[in-house]
């Protein structure tokens, strides 16, 4: 009996080393996928203005801000992407014509998804915009 116990206490150390070394390569692991995401903080790296200017047309990443803010209301609902990333997508597809399949690599998400986005999204931004000004 007492042989059994400390064999199951050892198991039991093994098991609870085994969750403490998976929790932390879990750690580590969406580390690496949220520096991997692309999204609206991609922006914001590197060189002041060059990613915002090349994908979004915009002279910098403020200037996103602000369109943001005045559209933000009008923005398509998506469960998957925050609102910040829907305006991305769309004036990645206005600026630099990607396919829709390219722009649901990039934020992993389906084309279809991508596509109700964007008929939904063309529309209620550009009349935000328009109405702002």
């Known amino acids: 009996m007492l042989a059994t116990v400390a064999m ?3 198991e039991k150390e ?3 080393k085994e969750i403490a070394r998976l929790q932390e390569e879990n750690g580590c692991l969406k580390n690496d996928v ?4 692309f999204g609206f903080m991609s ?3 590197g060189k002041s203005g060059f990613r915002t200017k090349f994908y ?3 002279p910098n990443y403020e ?3 602000w369109l ?3 559209c933000q ?3 398509p609902n998506s469960k998957i992407l925050i609102a910040k990333d829907v305006l991305l997508l769309i004036l990645m597809k206005i600026r630099l014509n990607l396919t829709n399949q390219d722009l649901a690599y990039r934020f992993n998400v389906s084309v279809f998804h991508i596509s109700t986005l964007l008929n939904k999204g063309f529309q209620t931004v550009a009349a935000s915009i328009l109405c702002s000004s």
């Open 56 to 58: 979004t047309g915009l």
């Open 63 to 65: 200037a996103f801000q």
């Open 43 to 45: 922006l914001n790296k």
């Open 34 to 37: 949220q520096e991997e995401t």
């Open 14 to 16: 093994q098991i609870l």
């Open 68 to 70: 943001y803010s005045l």
């Open 8 to 10: 199951l206490k050892q």
């Open 73 to 75: 209301n009008d923005v």
